[in-house]
């Protein structure tokens, strides 16, 4: 089983991750100029399918030449081998920052970080999904992430891109609001009544001795 530590995966990442973000970025510019123009409504298969033809068309023009990369495909699988010593691939994610996939032996494999024959010399090597995710519905780009997960257990992930709106507070707070230099709460005051005619300086006289 390929196992990597976070800041040992990254020191190999760092010097293409621009590239890599450049990669996922223009497919998904590329997706939103000409899908209008193909469908009215495109189901979520079909925007994945495209998204990732997008971005492996990306990643030939923008790092296949690169000195110590490697194209690696096998079928339907397009990967990115990292100078001996780790293995990248290009997936959607889901909230959870978990990848979907039709659960066949191979993927299984795959997604558990089991050894895979076909890819030769690079078999044990961990394996990195460069994914991204999507708002719900689809229409923007919220996240670039680097994903290290052995099955369905994300062991660590780094965020490489976050557009992601940061949650409003939605109400407002009951109450009166402490100040900001004291830790104890406000007391309400009574509101004073002024009496009609009276002189502020003035005590009403009561009469009484």
Same mark, same amino acid.
């Given at each position: 089983?390929?196992?990597?530590? %976070?800041?040992?995966?990254?020191?190999?990442?760092?010097? +293409?991750?621009?590239?890599?973000?450049?990669?996922?970025?223009?497919?998904?510019?590329?997706? @939103?100029?000409?899908?209008?123009?193909?469908?009215?409504?495109?189901?979520? @298969?079909?925007?994945?399918?495209?998204?990732?033809?997008?971005?492996?068309?990306?990643?030939?023009?923008?790092?296949?030449?690169?000195?110590?990369?490697?194209?690696?495909?096998?079928?339907?699988?397009?990967?990115?081998?990292? =100078?001996? =010593?780790?293995?990248?691939?290009?997936? %959607?994610?889901? /909230?959870? +920052?978990?990848?979907?996939? +039709?659960?066949?032996?191979?993927?299984?494999?795959?997604?558990?970080?089991?050894?895979? &024959?076909?890819?030769?010399?690079?078999?044990?090597?961990?394996?990195?999904?460069?994914? +991204?995710?999507?708002?719900?519905?689809?229409? %923007?780009?919220?996240?670039?992430?680097?994903?290290?997960?052995?099955?369905?257990?994300?062991?660590?992930?780094?965020?490489?891109?976050? /557009?992601?709106?940061?949650?409003?507070?939605?109400?407002?707070?009951?109450? &009166?609001? &402490?100040?900001?230099?004291? /830790?104890? &709460?406000?007391?309400?005051?009574?509101?004073?009544?002024?009496? %009609?005619?009276? =002189?502020?300086?003035?005590?009403?006289?009561?009469?009484?001795?």
């Amino acid at each position: 089983m390929g196992i990597i530590a %976070k800041v040992d995966a990254l020191e190999k990442l760092n010097p +293409y991750v621009s590239r890599l973000l450049e990669c996922v970025e223009e497919a998904w510019q590329t997706w @939103t100029r000409h899908a209008p123009l193909l469908f009215k409504k495109p189901r979520a @298969t079909v925007r994945a399918n495209a998204l990732s033809q997008l971005i492996e068309d990306q990643v030939r023009m923008r790092l296949g030449s690169v000195s110590g990369l490697r194209i690696m495909t096998k079928g339907q699988r397009f990967l990115l081998g990292v =100078h001996g =010593h780790l293995v990248l691939r290009f997936k %959607k994610l889901d /909230d959870a +920052y978990r990848t979907s996939t +039709y659960p066949t032996p191979t993927a299984n494999a795959f997604d558990g970080q089991g050894r895979l &024959p076909f890819l030769e010399d690079a078999e044990d090597l961990p394996r990195i999904t460069i994914g +991204y995710r999507l708002n719900t519905l689809a229409t %923007k780009l919220l996240e670039v992430v680097a994903v290290f997960a052995v099955g369905n257990n994300v062991l660590w992930r780094e965020v490489l891109r976050n /557009d992601e709106p940061v949650q409003e507070l939605l109400f407002e707070p009951k109450g &009166p609001i &402490p100040s900001s230099g004291s /830790d104890t &709460p406000a007391r309400d005051k009574k509101p004073r009544i002024k009496l %009609k005619g009276a =002189h502020p300086s003035k005590k009403r006289d009561s009469g009484l001795e």
